[in-house]
Protein backbone atom coordinates (compact mmCIF):
# COMPACT_ATOMS: atom_id res chain seq x y z
CA UNK A 1 0.00 0.00 0.00
CA UNK A 2 1.46 3.35 -1.11
CA UNK A 3 1.88 5.99 2.01
CA UNK A 4 0.13 9.29 0.88
CA UNK A 5 0.71 12.43 3.27
CA UNK A 6 -2.11 15.57 2.78
CA UNK A 7 -0.08 18.82 2.09
CA UNK A 8 -2.02 21.77 2.64
CA UNK A 9 -0.79 25.64 1.99
CA UNK A 10 -1.89 28.72 0.38
CA UNK A 11 0.76 29.67 -2.15
CA UNK A 12 -0.69 33.39 -1.98
CA UNK A 13 0.21 33.46 2.01
CA UNK A 14 4.15 33.57 2.56
CA UNK A 15 4.21 31.89 5.84
CA UNK A 16 1.61 29.01 4.83
CA UNK A 17 3.05 28.45 1.92
CA UNK A 18 6.52 26.40 3.38
CA UNK A 19 5.01 22.69 2.77
CA UNK A 20 3.96 23.38 -0.86
CA UNK A 21 7.67 25.04 -1.10
CA UNK A 22 9.17 21.87 0.51
CA UNK A 23 6.79 19.44 -1.32
CA UNK A 24 8.20 19.06 -4.73
CA UNK A 25 11.66 17.91 -3.63
CA UNK A 26 10.58 15.46 -1.05
CA UNK A 27 8.57 14.08 -3.77
CA UNK A 28 11.94 12.99 -5.63
CA UNK A 29 13.44 11.60 -1.93
CA UNK A 30 10.50 9.45 -1.58
CA UNK A 31 8.97 7.95 -4.90
CA UNK A 32 6.78 5.67 -3.28
CA UNK A 33 4.97 8.27 -0.60
CA UNK A 34 2.20 10.14 -2.85
CA UNK A 35 2.17 13.57 -1.41
CA UNK A 36 -1.40 15.07 -2.49
CA UNK A 37 -2.25 18.79 -2.11
CA UNK A 38 -5.65 19.74 -0.56
CA UNK A 39 -7.06 22.60 0.11
CA UNK A 40 -8.74 23.01 3.67
CA UNK A 41 -12.40 23.07 2.32
CA UNK A 42 -11.79 19.80 0.12
CA UNK A 43 -12.89 16.66 1.69
CA UNK A 44 -10.58 14.76 3.66
CA UNK A 45 -10.33 11.16 3.02
CA UNK A 46 -12.84 9.56 5.75
CA UNK A 47 -12.50 6.05 7.99
CA UNK A 48 -8.54 6.24 7.12
CA UNK A 49 -5.20 6.92 9.02
CA UNK A 50 -3.94 10.44 8.35
CA UNK A 51 -0.60 12.06 7.96
CA UNK A 52 -0.66 15.89 7.41
CA UNK A 53 2.06 18.35 6.34
CA UNK A 54 1.00 21.36 7.19
CA UNK A 55 2.44 25.29 8.87
CA UNK A 56 1.72 25.44 12.54
CA UNK A 57 1.75 28.59 14.35
CA UNK A 58 3.29 28.21 17.71
CA UNK A 59 5.94 25.45 17.36
CA UNK A 60 9.88 26.26 17.13
CA UNK A 61 10.84 23.41 15.17
CA UNK A 62 9.47 20.78 12.97
CA UNK A 63 6.97 18.56 15.38
CA UNK A 64 5.21 15.54 14.58
CA UNK A 65 1.46 16.10 16.26
CA UNK A 66 -0.65 13.45 17.18
CA UNK A 67 -2.79 14.79 19.82
CA UNK A 68 -5.68 17.33 17.94
CA UNK A 69 -7.02 18.03 21.37
CA UNK A 70 -3.43 20.10 21.10
CA UNK A 71 -5.13 22.55 18.82
CA UNK A 72 -7.83 23.33 21.77
CA UNK A 73 -5.98 23.21 24.65
CA UNK A 74 -2.86 25.62 23.28
CA UNK A 75 -4.50 29.18 22.13
CA UNK A 76 -1.40 30.01 20.82
CA UNK A 77 -0.69 26.87 18.84
CA UNK A 78 -2.75 26.70 15.80
CA UNK A 79 -2.70 25.42 12.48
CA UNK A 80 -2.54 28.05 10.14
CA UNK A 81 -5.32 26.91 7.62
CA UNK A 82 -8.16 28.47 9.74
CA UNK A 83 -10.82 25.63 10.30
CA UNK A 84 -8.39 22.64 9.31
CA UNK A 85 -7.99 21.63 13.02
CA UNK A 86 -11.37 21.57 14.00
CA UNK A 87 -12.23 20.00 10.77
CA UNK A 88 -10.15 16.75 11.98
CA UNK A 89 -11.73 17.62 15.79
CA UNK A 90 -14.81 17.60 14.20
CA UNK A 91 -14.13 14.21 12.10
CA UNK A 92 -12.78 12.24 15.34
CA UNK A 93 -15.44 13.23 17.20
CA UNK A 94 -18.08 11.85 14.85
CA UNK A 95 -15.62 8.62 14.50
CA UNK A 96 -14.78 9.82 10.69
CA UNK A 97 -10.77 9.56 10.84
CA UNK A 98 -8.72 7.22 12.18
CA UNK A 99 -4.99 7.80 13.53
CA UNK A 100 -4.13 10.97 12.58
CA UNK A 101 -0.28 12.67 12.70
CA UNK A 102 0.50 16.38 11.68
CA UNK A 103 4.34 17.09 10.68
CA UNK A 104 3.91 20.47 11.74
CA UNK A 105 6.49 23.17 9.83
CA UNK A 106 7.04 26.27 11.95
CA UNK A 107 6.40 29.17 9.21
CA UNK A 108 9.34 30.86 9.87
CA UNK A 109 12.03 28.17 9.32
CA UNK A 110 14.01 28.35 5.55
CA UNK A 111 13.05 26.31 2.69
CA UNK A 112 15.79 24.21 3.62
CA UNK A 113 15.89 23.77 6.64
CA UNK A 114 12.22 22.18 6.61
CA UNK A 115 12.58 20.48 4.15
CA UNK A 116 15.66 19.03 5.78
CA UNK A 117 13.88 18.35 8.79
CA UNK A 118 10.43 17.39 7.06
CA UNK A 119 12.69 14.80 5.70
CA UNK A 120 13.60 13.11 8.86
CA UNK A 121 10.13 12.87 10.18
CA UNK A 122 8.68 10.90 7.10
CA UNK A 123 11.67 9.06 7.37
CA UNK A 124 11.05 8.23 11.37
CA UNK A 125 6.97 7.27 9.95
CA UNK A 126 8.74 5.13 7.29
CA UNK A 127 10.41 2.61 10.08
Not at 65 to 80: A, C, D, P
Amino acid sequence: MLLKILVFGNPLVKEDSLPLRVMGKLQGKFPKIEFVLLDAAENIPEKEDLIILDTVFGIKTVKMIEELEIFVQNKKLTMHDCDLGFQLLVMKKMGLLGKVKIIGVPPEYGEEKARNAVERAIRKLCK
